[in-house]
């Protein structure tokens, strides 16, 4: 029997398709806003091609994937936090991403990356420059989807924002004080980046990924005492340690 015909026939899969197709049953508004967001993706870089999107499921793949002219959501990722099957594979820090309305961040934010990958931006691999490219993605998010919550555009909920703003100066002090700022170790790297349910080296309480937020408000400050800086040089010719410096940041 081929692939395609044990994925159909799997009893799961038919019932993960059946709620699919109800959640998903009228996307007319989400293919109005991606329009929308793709035109002002293209208009900050005129060279990037628009790609063809996609939806799928693949049983709880990835969330999106891309490839050369195409990218394509796993919507069975965006079923909601509550959604029965996910409480057998997934815990709670990543089914609060898993709701119909953070596919929109998603797919500019996985065009984004496919486009501007980590390798063709970092200066180098310390913690810093992995949070001002994080900071960047962002940033730019922000700016394609100016009308987006940033609760779907970061998958962090308002009460991680809060505690975010809250602890802004504590975080980056702890950083500061570890002497991590710098630091290349990848496990290190992982623990202030990677997702988690917390932020190891911060207070047990902060969400993961919280260095994250640091990133994004370094960019933030940066932008701000550089108004004439465009996205297109602060994503390309702008380095971390520069834009460290230039942001002049200090919560």
């Known amino acids: 029997m081929q692939f395609d015909s044990i994925f159909r026939s799997d009893r799961q899969i038919g019932q993960i398709y ?27 870089f005129p060279s990037i091609p628009y790609p063809n999107v996609y939806m799928h499921i693949s049983d709880f793949g990835e969330s999106v994937v891309s490839a050369p002219g195409m990218l394509s959501a796993d919507i069975d990722k965006y079923l909601g936090p509550n959604y029965p099957l996910y409480r057998e ?6 089914t609060q991403r898993m709701y119909p309305e953070k596919i929109l961040s998603d797919y500019l934010a996985g065009w984004i990356r496919s486009e501007f990958t980590e ?10 420059d992995y949070m001002v490219y994080e900071g960047k993605i962002l940033f730019f998010l922000k700016v394609i989807l100016p009308d987006e919550s940033m609760e779907n555009i970061s998958g ?14 504590g975080m980056w002090n702890s950083i500061l004080n570890l002497h991590n700022l710098y630091n290349s170790d990848p496990q290190v790297i992982s623990s202030y980046l990677g997702e988690a349910q917390n932020t190891s080296f911060f207070p047990k309480d902060a ?14 400050s940066y932008m701000k005492r550089h108004p004439k800086t465009t996205v297109q040089d602060l994503l390309l010719k702008t380095s971390s340690q520069s834009l460290l410096t230039g942001s002049l940041y200090n919560p």
Do not use: I
Request: charged content about 25%; aromatic content about 16%.
């Open 18 to 44: 059946s709620d699919c197709q109800l959640v998903f049953k009228d996307v007319s508004p989400l293919e109005s806003k991606l329009t929308w967001a793709f035109y002002r993706l293209h208009y900050f």
């Open 89 to 94: 594979k997934f815990l709670n820090y990543q």
């Open 119 to 128: 390798e063709s931006l970092l200066d180098q691999q310390r913690l810093l």
């Open 156 to 169: 962090l909920t308002k009460g991680q924002l809060e505690w975010c703003k809250r602890n802004e100066k």
């Open 207 to 220: 969400p993961g990924q919280a260095a994250v937020w640091l990133g994004y408000r370094m960019v933030g």
